[in-house]
């Protein structure tokens, strides 16, 4: 395995212990009949602000935490194992920001679920390893856009229908949009890759190359001009 990627208990009990409090909240609800609905985000008022902490935590029903429950349980186990140093803080803020966007752009209704989260997450990862340039994260990249791609299409605002439960699209952007800041702000130095060789630099002039400058532009050896051999044989 590579040696920047390690397995501990976090990496599955971290995850299962957010989809336990999920799978909690949610419990409370139909144990004491609760309604936790108004601790949802509600755009641009100022009690509307407390969802931005609390939304994640809240669903409407059985069949949306379930829906929710799956990918941020393998979401959050991608981002433990791949990006462990960064993982509390890319949940931490990605809640606060993409809550906050949603605040501001939403339509006037309660907004909850856990669903900005997932996009928080499938932004991050899949964001991120492409900036890396890292061969196992770029897998990682492709293999998330292949299962989780077309969440994309939630993004965007799409009618309303009749009998149809609402989605918060408008929560949805603010996580793709905050994964993405996030990729910004959070550097992984530690899979920068190390180059061994001069000709392995992006500033690389073959020109310059004493070794090049043997080769012709056919590709072909040729010995340099005398005045230049006897100054490499000086140094």
Known sequence: MDKHFKFTNLVIGLPLFFVVVLWFVFWLEIRFDFDFVQNGIYPRTFSGLQGIL?????????????????????LLVALQFFYAKQSLAVVGYGILLSGFITWIIGRENYHIGASGLIYVLFSFIFFKGIQTKYNRLIALSLAVIV????????????PEIPGNKSISWEGH???????????????????????KYDWEHPDYDPLADKFMQRFDANGNFVNLPKNEENEENEV
């Not at 609390?54 to 393998?74: A, Q, T």
């Not at 299962?147 to 799409?158: E, Q, R």
């Not at 603010?174 to 990729?183: D, I, Q, V």
């Open 54 to 74: 609390f939304s994640p935590f809240i669903h409407s029903d059985i069949e949306h935490l379930y829906n929710n429950s799956i990918p941020v349980l393998v």
């Open 147 to 158: 299962v989780y791609g077309g969440l994309v299409w939630y993004v965007f605002p799409s």
């Open 173 to 195: 952007l603010g996580g793709l949009l905050s994964g993405f800041l996030l990729t910004l702000v959070y550097k992984t130095p530690e899979y920068k890759k190390v180059h």
